[in-house]
């Protein structure tokens, strides 16, 4: 034996269970278990509280020990990101692209090279078929028809072939509709890996920002069943709060939800020596290099965003200013206050600062008075029914100061920023699986064939047709067509 017979045979021993393989991985067989498989372990996730859910820690408690081992080692507390869901979802992918590369020639040919001639029991075979007989006339005039005919229906692949005698026309419409289904396996595709990306590279985490407060870490809950612990991300860029402002329905009112219409985080994201202004709102987040800002919650802390204040000197006429948070004012004497702090819940005795201090029950705020002698003063300004008592009465720097009115805003808010590098290939996916379903259900690849034979009395003509969308309108159409023709080759 060769040496070349050898290396064939060698050869095709390799090649045989390759092939096999590869036939057993794009089977339509192995996709559906892939898809069941995937199915279960999705409904486990879902009846298996996982990790990241609020009701975890109380899910955990109630199993026993044996059960909490069994699932820490089949990682079923968060099955989305464990070893095998990863593989399973990595292995309809390979499933989808083996199956497409190996179906797409045959659905590429039938649109460009597409069968226009077929024996008479293929015409019979069909599930539209017609066949008449003419006892005048020829092949070519009758094929000639058939194509006119075909053309004034709109159909733009008309081709025309002889063989054995006969005259074979063919047409076809809505032939891209074959390639829908290769469009939906791309959706799928950009779907799943949409969904690895964001199992493998997502981030997110909480920032606290008040305004003048510059940050670059958000921070988040790691769970597991033996612990919980405060994990901490860096950001590529730094955020700045430039300001926060609360759109409230009573603007005399609580600054709780049920009296807000919109938080507003005004900010400068500084990357390097660039800085971009955002603006982030409740249903406004901002985009930034594949980071997502999002507008998450307040801190229940009660301030002011504007503080107007009637400075009331020992001699002479009030005066009425506004000092934005953190800004300063001077009065026309040369005395300059600046806004240090604000209290919506001041109590003297046993103030919390950190009490939800959303009603704003006695507000007061800490003024800091620079006489023009440059003397540096601590004073306090009130409002409501503290401004009645003895100690708001007392002169600072020569004057006393009273709350005339102030913007109600939230202390902190709390951004949420996340990072999914999935999140454009899941849109993308899921708008072109759209399209593609559309096209697929919405439309249909119609085929109509004619075929004409000369016999000893006449012609014999066999038309035939087909679609892949047997539910719609081409029944129809056949018969009006197949009707046009017998009228036009009749009246010849």
């Known amino acids: 034996m060769s040496e070349s017979k050898r290396s064939g045979q060698k050869r095709r021993k390799f090649m045989d269970p390759v092939s096999r393989f590869l036939r057993f991985f794009s089977s339509v067989r192995f996709g559906i278990f892939l898809l069941i498989a995937i199915g279960i372990l999705s409904l486990i996730g879902i009846f298996v509280v996982q990790e990241n859910v609020a009701g975890f820690p109380a899910f955990l408690a109630e199993l026993g020990p044996y059960q909490r081992k ?33 179906l797409f020639p045959s659905s590429w040919k039938l649109i460009t090279k597409p069968s226009v001639t077929m024996s008479p029991s293929g015409f019979e075979a069909k599930p539209h078929f017609k066949d008449y007989f003419l006892f005048s006339g020829d092949v070519d005039s009758a094929a000639s028809a058939a ?69 670059r870490q958000i921070t988040t809950n790691v769970v597991s069943p033996d612990q919980t612990r405060r994990m901490t991300i860096d950001l590529p860029f730094e955020v700045h709060c430039s300001d926060i402002r609360q759109k409230l329905i009573d603007t005399s009112g609580s600054i709780r939800a049920s009296n807000t219409l919109d938080w507003i985080t005004d900010l400068t994201i500084i990357d390097g020596k660039k800085e971009t202004r955002a603006t982030v709102s409740v249903n406004s987040p901002f985009d930034y290099k594949g980071y997502r800002i999002f507008h998450s919650s307040v801190v229940p802390l009660g301030k002011a965003r504007v503080l107007t204040l009637t400075a009331i000197p020992e001699q002479g006429t009030p005066e009425s200013v506004s000092i934005k948070r953190g800004g300063s004012v001077v009065l026309k004497d040369g005395t300059e206050l600046r806004f240090v702090d604000f209290r919506a819940g001041f109590d003297m005795r046993n103030e919390n600062p950190a009490d939800d201090t959303s009603d704003y029950e006695s507000p ?39 709350i005339k009115d102030f913007e109600r805003v939230a202390d902190r808010h709390i951004l949420f920023i996340r990072r999914d590098p999935g999140q454009p290939f899941l849109y993308a996916g899921f708008g072109l699986l759209v399209i593609s379903l559309m096209g697929l259900f919405l439309f249909s690849h119609k085929r109509i064939w004619f075929r004409a034979d000369t016999e000893a009395e006449g012609i014999r003509v066999r038309i035939a047709g087909d679609t892949n969308r047997p539910y719609d309108k081409f029944p129809a159409l056949f018969e009006k067509f197949s009707g046009e023709i017998s009228d036009d080759l009749y009246e010849d």
């Open 70 to 102: 069994v699932f820490v080692w089949l990682d079923l507390f968060d099955i989305y990101h464990s070893w095998y869901f990863r593989l399973l979802l990595a292995a309809l992918s390979l499933n989808i692209i083996l199956s497409s590369i190996d």
């Open 147 to 215: 194509a006119e005919r075909l053309q004034k229906r709109r159909f733009r692949d008309i081709r025309t072939e002889s063989a054995g005698g006969a005259r074979f026309v063919f047409a076809q419409k809505g032939a891209w509709n074959v390639l829908g289904t290769y469009a939906a396996h791309v959706s799928l595709l950009l779907i799943l890996l949409g969904g690895l990306l964001t199992s493998w590279s997502a981030q997110s985490g909480e920032m606290t920002l008040s305004p003048g407060m510059t940050s």
């Open 364 to 402: 007061a705020a800490v003024i800091e008075v620079v006489s023009p002698d440059g003397k540096k003063h601590t004073a306090f300004a009130f409002g409501g029914v503290v401004a009645e008592t003895p100690i708001a009465n007392n002169p600072v720097a020569g004057y006393t100061f009273r």
